[in-house]
């Protein structure tokens, strides 16, 4: 039944705390402590969450991998009587590697505009003091835990020159970490973050094949995220063969002698004398063979 005032609902993607409540914004309290209904991942965690920070109860659907399909009529139906509704998940941004996404999607599809709360992010928390340096990165979150498709996964992360932040289980994280040491190397910098925001937060830092040796046995227990390097650059010296080849292309198409030097110096990013003599050499040897 639609809000006879016309008024249609809004679905409110929130983020929640990922360990210290006092990351929670006012505004994210002020949307789960005013919306008509809370459509959370688990209820019980949620309802902590709400108790904790002082908010009153409020209806909830359950949100995961099992129900996530069958919740979607009911938020339209709310969304459509003119009720505001909020998504969480159990910890950080919904849809990040958690439910959500498919939810959101059919209030899009329903011609609904969600809005965002932005809140705090596990991926983007550890980026940040991983210490690694680069402008650009993948969020590959949890990979496959086994077969052909975990082997195609961690061979893309070991070539991808951007650094990857992923997510690992503590029971799963030395074979993940023991992995990507034979795949990239164990030399290949990494950052394990563990328990972010919490009162046992730790990131250590170091070379894969170090982290095999840190980790241990035993991997401590709380939730990882590992920030990857990305492959280095591999810097391929131009060969003398490769420079003439280049030089004769120029001045085949009219360029001159010492425009062709200077275009194929920078070109190969080779020092411009080491060009000027094999242009010299090969132009000559042209010469007297004719």
Same mark, same amino acid.
């Given at each position: 039944?639609?809000?006879?005032?016309?008024?249609?609902?809004?679905?409110?993607?929130?983020?929640?705390?990922?360990?210290?409540?006092?990351?929670? !914004?006012? $505004?994210?309290?002020?949307?789960?402590?005013?919306?008509?209904?809370? %459509?959370?991942?688990?209820? $019980?965690?949620?309802?902590?969450?709400?108790?904790?920070?002082?908010?009153?109860?409020?209806?909830?659907?359950?949100?995961?991998?099992?129900?996530?399909?069958?919740?979607?009529?009911?938020?339209?139906?709310?969304?459509?009587? @003119?009720?505001?509704?909020?998504?969480?998940?159990?910890?950080?941004?919904?849809?990040?590697?958690?439910?959500?996404?498919?939810?959101?999607?059919?209030?899009?599809?329903?011609?609904?505009?969600?809005?965002?709360?932005?809140?705090?992010?596990?991926?983007?928390?550890?980026?940040?003091?991983?210490?690694?340096?680069?402008?650009?990165?993948?969020?590959?979150?949890?990979?496959?835990?086994?077969?052909?498709?975990?082997?195609?996964?961690?061979?893309?992360?070991?070539?991808?020159?951007?650094?990857?932040?992923?997510?690992?289980?503590?029971?799963?994280?030395?074979?993940?970490?023991?992995?990507?040491?034979?795949?990239?190397?164990?030399?290949?910098?990494?950052?394990?973050? $563990?328990?972010?925001?919490?009162?046992?937060?730790?990131?250590?830092?170091?070379?894969?094949?170090?982290?095999?040796?840190?980790?241990?046995?035993?991997?401590?227990?709380?939730?990882?995220?590992?920030?990857?390097?990305? $492959?280095?650059?591999?810097?391929?010296?131009?060969?003398?063969? @490769?420079?003439?080849? %280049?030089?004769?292309?120029?001045?085949?198409?009219?360029? !001159?002698?010492?425009?062709?030097?200077?275009?194929?110096?920078?070109?190969?990013?080779?020092?411009?004398?080491?060009?000027?003599?094999?242009?010299?050499?090969?132009?000559?040897?042209?010469?007297?063979?004719?």
């Amino acid at each position: 039944m639609t809000d006879p005032a016309g008024r249609r609902g809004v679905l409110h993607v929130v983020g929640t705390p990922i360990g210290n409540l006092g990351d929670l !914004s006012p $505004r994210a309290a002020s949307v789960l402590s005013s919306v008509a209904l809370i %459509a959370c991942e688990d209820t $019980r965690r949620t309802g902590r969450l709400l108790q904790l920070v002082g908010i009153a109860k409020r209806p909830m659907a359950v949100v995961n991998q099992h129900t996530e399909a069958d919740v979607i009529g009911r938020v339209l139906g709310a969304l459509e009587a @003119g009720d505001d509704v909020a998504l969480v998940s159990d910890a950080g941004m919904p849809t990040i590697s958690d439910p959500g996404a498919v939810l959101v999607a059919a209030v899009v599809e329903a011609g609904f505009a969600p809005v965002v709360v932005p809140g705090p992010s596990a991926s983007l928390a550890a980026l940040a003091v991983s210490g690694l340096v680069g402008d650009r990165f993948c969020f590959e979150g949890f990979l496959p835990r086994k077969g052909a498709e975990r082997g195609r996964r961690i061979a893309t992360l070991a070539s991808d020159p951007r650094i990857s932040v992923l997510f690992e289980a503590p029971h799963r994280v030395l074979r993940t970490v023991s992995d990507l040491a034979e795949a990239c190397g164990s030399d290949r910098r990494v950052a394990m973050c $563990r328990e972010l925001t919490k009162l046992h937060e730790e990131v250590w830092r170091g070379s894969l094949g170090e982290a095999v040796q840190h980790l241990g046995a035993d991997a401590p227990r709380g939730e990882y995220v590992l920030v990857l390097s990305g $492959r280095a650059e591999q810097t391929v010296e131009a060969d003398d063969d @490769g420079i003439v080849a %280049a030089l004769v292309e120029l001045t085949e198409q009219g360029t !001159s002698t010492r425009d062709a030097v200077a275009e194929v110096a920078k070109r190969l990013d080779v020092p411009r004398r080491r060009v000027y003599g094999l242009a010299v050499q090969h132009f000559d040897e042209g010469q007297s063979d004719s």
